[in-house]
């Protein structure tokens, strides 16, 4: 899908002093970081097989692993996210949306753009969808402050 040869991104400076200092941001090593979230994975997965979309997915938004060098984490996180997403009912995505914080909306909308820019290994249909309805409710607002935030996920 790429339609670069050369991952020009890996000569921004800027880019990479951000990362290299995002990575201070975090005061836990990467296995501290990799244990939390395979300990959130289990009751974010339980939550889900009660049928709590809201506290599931609450659950999964909850401190994610920002840094450099944390690649594992990130991505067993977006899955987690993806997972409740996905177990959620196409009507219920408004009333999970609305129940969100402002932060938590935006902090969901880095990891459906996460997904969108992956769509080997996310359903892009139900990212759309529930794209659509974080907009809905924090309106292009949040596009902005999650397009321009250097915390990435």
């Known amino acids: 899908m790429a339609h670069r040869k050369l991952d020009i991104d890996g000569f921004d400076t800027e880019q990479q002093r951000m990362a290299e200092q995002m990575q201070y941001l975090s005061t836990k090593s990467d ?65 999970v949306v609305s129940s969100l914080t402002e932060d938590s909306r935006d902090v969901l909308l ?9 769509p080997a290994g996310f359903n892009c249909g139900v990212l759309l969808s529930w794209h659509e309805r974080v907009v809905e409710a924090g309106g292009l607002g949040s596009i902005v402050r999650v397009m321009s935030d250097r915390k990435t996920i």
């Open 110 to 118: 880095k990891y459906i753009y996460h997904g969108l820019a992956r």
């Open 31 to 95: 296995a501290e970081v990799a244990s939390m979230v395979d300990q959130k994975a289990a009751s974010v997965r339980a939550a889900i097989t009660r049928g709590s979309s809201v506290e599931a997915l609450e659950k999964a938004l909850a401190d994610p692993p920002y840094g450099h060098g944390l690649d594992a984490a990130q991505s067993a996180n977006a899955q987690l996210v993806s997972e409740v997403l996905m177990a959620t009912r196409a009507q219920d995505i408004n009333n």
